[in-house]
């Protein structure tokens, strides 16, 4: 995304926020978050638009228009820095906490002077929120629980901010004279779900340079530490970068140390010592000569130790290097495998891009199928009827092979309510190339009752694929409690695919569930769940996170020709349980 969409959409996004603080008109909240949203997925820079171009985008009116024009002219919106001004900071770090709304946090700070998120804990264990009106035990329940939430984040982002941060810093760096190789190591190119900071590697003769370059950088706020191997700083965002320079002839062996996890790095050091070898970050040494021997790249490195290259999302000591040794490494599924995304979304329900958009962007990435899923009637604030779902799909079966010969597959996300009723019934849903199914709501169920909701959507004959299975937003709200186990064996059982939804702050399943969910012999499939032409590239999320889970390409329903995806998808209605 264009920074200067991000800058802007966090910035209607807080004025939302402090709108409702305020007590606000709710309406004129909501009309600024869906502001805030159509600029974050516009795919051009909102920067370089006019007032009248900037009222072409949906959600943004004169009003709006007009702060945008005046941010990029002035570097602030006047009534958002009037608005902040109004309300203490105190009640700003309240309303991070998951769960507790902005209207609670304003009665906290009112009622009884709360303004931290210490504070409140403290209250809520001496029993002072019971008197408070709109506050009961299930309240204090659900603040305490976003505390443990926003505790156990700690300091750690999201998988796609670390990333660009990361890929901006090298593209900087890579442009310096003397730079032989730049890359991102660490939990980053491990492609972990949440990052606590960022590594990054140069291999060069002169650290000086680089070192230098990386505390100007107009993104960097302070610098932490500034010296000639490493150097730490912090971003403007609040994130650290730690850099470190090589030397080209021991690359090799500082990237493998810098991209961890230290569990892997334990196995290697252990097997080089077996070895008569001596690894570090300098190289890799024969112990008796303390001659270094094949530190140039990490290839040479495993070679020398007799294995093979490993996947750096595999580096997590899961029995990865035992395979290895064994010649059983998986050959995890990657990014140019996927021949289509079987889970999207269009401004129909809502998405921001209208269907010609997405199908346009979806035929760019060069995919040779790729499905529309909007949602069905039951979830109700998205209005979708069957008259609407149905002239969508003769506009699909236009549009079908019109762009470079993509075929496109009309879907929807169905709903899974309480007692695991789906939207429709089956003869309207026999009319669909496939369903996506998914829960919304009612995340409270008990373990027995979430479990059966799952497994019978899986028997549900329609039913192709489970989305985001858990409905965890990482840091925000924690997964449903179910029997997961009776689940994946009842999507092995009635050939439903599991999927690895890619937005970053979902990654659901989670690497250890795929882990869990693949010893059932289940199928998955990777969705980006666009919602956005931008959301598209969030594939390599659910990429990584599927190969942080061991899947093959074998394994991933969305990397198989069309023909064969076709026979799952109605394998899974004829019979459930047969094998295509
Ligand atoms: P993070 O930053 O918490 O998301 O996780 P990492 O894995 O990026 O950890 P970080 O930044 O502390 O260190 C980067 C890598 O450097 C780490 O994955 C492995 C290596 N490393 C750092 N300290 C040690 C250590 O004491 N022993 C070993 N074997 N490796 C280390
Ligand atoms: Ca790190
Ligand atoms: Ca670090």
């Known amino acids: 995304m264009a920074r200067p969409n991000e800058e802007v959409e966090a910035l209607l996004r807080e004025y939302a926020d402090l709108i409702a603080i305020t007590h606000g008109d709710a309406f004129k909240a909501r009309v600024y978050e869906k502001a805030a949203r159509a600029i974050g997925g516009h795919p051009a820079d909102v920067s370089r638009l006019d007032a009248k171009e900037l009222r072409e985008i949906p959600g943004v009116g004169k009003s709006i228009a007009e702060k945008i024009v005046e941010y990029f002219r002035t570097g602030s919106i006047t009534v958002v820095e009037e608005t902040r001004a109004q309300i203490p900071a105190g009640v700003r770090?309240?309303?991070?906490?998951?769960?507790?709304?902005?209207?609670?946090?304003?009665?906290?700070?009112?009622?009884?002077?709360?303004?931290?998120?210490?504070?409140?804990?403290?209250?809520?264990?001496?029993?002072?929120?019971?008197?408070?009106?709109?506050?009961?035990?299930?309240?204090?329940?659900?603040?305490?629980?976003?505390?443990?939430?926003?505790?156990?984040?700690?300091?750690?982002?999201?998988?796609?901010?670390?990333m660009k941060s990361a890929e901006d810093i090298v593209a900087e760096l890579s442009r310096l004279t003397g730079c032989e190789s730049c890359t991102y190591a660490g939990s980053l190119r491990r492609m972990r779900e949440t990052i606590g900071d960022i590594d990054i590697l140069v291999a060069a003769e002169r650290s000086a340079p680089f070192m230098d370059a990386l505390s100007a950088l107009p993104s960097t706020a302070d610098v932490i530490a500034h010296g000639a191997k490493k150097t730490s700083v912090r971003t403007v965002k609040g994130l650290q970068i730690d850099l470190r320079v090589l030397p080209p002839d021991s690359w090799g062996a500082g990237l493998q140390y810098f991209t961890g996890s230290k569990a892997h790095n334990i196995r290697t050091r252990t097997i080089a010592v077996r070895r008569g070898l001596k690894l570090s970050e300098y190289g890799l040494f024969d112990t008796e000569s303390g001659k270094r021997t094949a530190s140039r790249s990490e290839e040479e490195v495993y070679a020398r130790l007799g294995l093979p290259w490993i996947p750096p999302t595999l580096r997590e000591d899961r029995g990865e290097v035992q395979a290895g040794m064994r010649g059983e490494l998986p050959q995890v599924v990657e990014e140019k495998d996927i021949r289509g995304d079987l889970h999207t979304h269009t401004d129909l329900t809502d998405g921001l891009a209208p269907l010609e958009d997405m199908v346009h962007a979806a035929a760019e990435r060069g995919y040779a199928y790729y499905a529309v899923t909007d949602h069905a009637p039951n979830l109700y604030m998205q209005r979708m009827t069957d008259e609407k779902i149905l002239a969508q799909r003769r506009l699909v079966r236009e549009l079908d092979g019109a762009h470079h010969r993509m075929r496109l597959l009309h879907g929807t996300e169905l709903n899974i309510g309480p007692d695991g009723e789906l939207d429709w019934p089956d003869d309207f849903l026999e009319g669909f190339d496939l369903c996506v199914a998914a829960v919304h709501s009612h995340f409270g169920l008990s373990r027995a009752a979430m479990t059966r909701r799952l497994v019978r959507a899986c028997e549900n004959p329609h039913v192709n694929i489970i989305g985001h299975p858990t409905t965890r937003l990482i840091g925000r709200r924690p997964g449903i409690d179910a029997d997961l186990d009776e689940v994946f064996a009842a999507c092995a059982r009635t050939g439903t695919a599991l999927e690895v939804n890619a937005q970053p702050d979902r990654l659901d399943l989670s690497d250890e569930d795929i882990l869990r969910a693949r010893q059932y012999g289940t199928k998955f499939a990777i969705d980006t769940d666009a919602h956005s032409v931008l959301h598209l590239a969030y594939l390599r999320y659910g990429v990584g996170t599927a190969q942080r889970g061991w899947l093959t390409k074998d394994d991933v329903v969305n990397t198989w020709p069309l023909g064969r995806l076709r026979r799952f998808l109605r394998g899974g209605r004829a019979a459930r349980g047969r094998t295509p």
């Open 93 to 162: 770090e309240l309303v991070t906490i998951p769960t507790l709304g902005p209207k609670k946090a304003m009665t906290l700070y009112e009622d009884l002077h709360i303004s931290s998120v210490d504070e409140l804990a403290d209250a809520i264990r001496a029993e002072k929120l019971r008197d408070l009106k709109g506050f009961g035990e299930k309240t204090e329940q659900n603040i305490l629980h976003g505390i443990a939430l926003l505790q156990q984040a700690g300091d750690r982002i999201l998988l796609d901010m670390a």
